[in-house]
Every structure is written in structure tokens, then in C-alpha cells.
């Protein structure tokens, strides 16, 4: 028996989530309706809430409720350290692991000659402008280590030239990581960034 077409686009819907496919999202479905009160309605409710008030923020491009987020916002951030990421889910990840202490600043990508994605397409220009005018001493460039995450890396720092002292974060083997499951990549970062115990 087919579902009827507001449970088949809610499902379609769910498909489209990253992690979810078309099996698994009938599974959370089902599993929603089946706790109705618990689950679906409330889910139901936060998600029209964000939807009617979630924004960017103005500063760094960090997903809050306020137009300036509240690392933007914290005086206790304001350390000196910019920490530069490609989206949001990285500034998050990086929220997680509860060790970085400055501020954020969020591309939106990366540099892709192949997508047609040049720096103004990016919140490069609004890099350089924070650099200036919140008198950041140090850039760490926490951007991934693929092609165009380089190629973004390299640009930042012609842009910054001297005026700030630009890092990135290290690369190598994985903290319970094994070198036979390493690829080559990986394996001369960690050789080539090697330091003395």
C-alpha cells in the first residue's frame, strides 16, 4: 500500500537531509508519527521557530537568532585570534572540541576555479576589514586540507601579507590513527610537519 502524498512528500522531503536516503527517511518518518506527541509535533514546531528566526550573523557568518552571534558578541573572545573556516559546520566542530577561544570568520566555501568561485563570492574582502578594524594580532586558517583549501590558504595569506601573523592548523596521522590505514597525502603532511618530543 502506497502512502498517502502528504507522508510521500514529507518522506521525499526527509530524503534530501545529508545521511538520510529514501529507505532511511521512511524509517525516521514512521518512527515520528508512531511518537506523534513526543516527537513529530515538537519537532514540527522547532523547526518553523528557526525557520522564522534563524539568520547569519552580520560579523562572521555564524548561524544564531541575533544579527551579531554571541562569540561575536563575548568580550572574552576578543583575544586577538581569528579563526577562519569554510561553513558553518566547521566554526560548529570547532565549537565542540571547547578549544579554541577567539573569534570566527566563515568563507562560505572556497576558491574553485572549476565553480566559477572567485574571492568576491566569498567573505574575503570582509576578512581583510576585520583583520584592520578588530585589531586582530593572529589568522588561523582552519580551512580543510583539499585543492581548493589550499589554493583559498594561499590567497588569504597574499591578502593579509604582513599585517597579521597567519597560521593554519596542523595535518597528519590522526590522534589513534594507524599509518597502514594512512593514504601517501596524509603520511608526507605528517613527516613534512613533523617536531621534537
Same mark, same amino acid.
Given at each position: 500500500m502506497?502512502?498517502?502524498?502528504?507522508?510521500?512528500?514529507l518522506i521525499e522531503m526527509m530524503a534530501k537531509l545529508p545521511g538520510l536516503g529514501p529507505r532511511s527517511a521512511r524509517r525516521a518518518v514512521l518512527h515520528m508519527i508512531k511518537k506523534r506527541g513526543h516527537i513529530l509535533l515538537p519537532l514540527a514546531d522547532a523547526m518553523r521557530q528557526v525557520a522564522e528566526t534563524a539568520k547569519e550573523c552580520l560579523n562572521c557568518g555564524n548561524i544564531g537568532t541575533t544579527d551579531v552571534c554571541d562569540i561575536c558578541q563575548s568580550e572574552k573572545r576578543a583575544n586577538g585570534?581569528?579563526? @577562519?573556516? &569554510?561553513? #558553518?559546520?566547521?566554526?560548529?566542530a570547532m565549537e565542540r572540541a571547547s578549544v579554541?577561544?577567539?573569534?570566527?570568520?566563515?568563507?562560505?566555501?572556497?576558491?574553485?576555479?572549476?565553480?566559477?568561485v572567485g574571492p568576491d563570492e566569498l567573505r574575503i574582502p570582509k576578512l581583510?576589514?576585520?583583520? @584592520?578594524? &578588530?585589531? #586582530?594580532s593572529e589568522v588561523i586558517l582552519a580551512l580543510n586540507a583539499?585543492?581548493?583549501?589550499q589554493t583559498t590558504a594561499h590567497y588569504i595569506a597574499d591578502q593579509l601579507g604582513d599585517r597579521v601573523t597567519v597560521t593554519s592548523l596542523a595535518k597528519g596521522v590522526p590522534i589513534g590513527g594507524e599509518l597502514d590505514y594512512l593514504d601517501?597525502?596524509?603520511i608526507t603532511a605528517a613527516l613534512n610537519a613533523r617536531k621534537s618530543l
Open positions: 502506497k502512502p498517502a502524498s502528504e507522508l510521500e512528500n585570534e581569528l579563526c @577562519v573556516v &569554510e561553513d #558553518v559546520a566547521d566554526l560548529w579554541f577561544k577567539g573569534r570566527y570568520h566563515v568563507l562560505g566555501g572556497t576558491l574553485s576555479a572549476l565553480d566559477a581583510v576589514d576585520r583583520v @584592520v578594524t &578588530e585589531k #586582530v583539499t585543492i581548493d583549501g601517501d597525502g596524509t
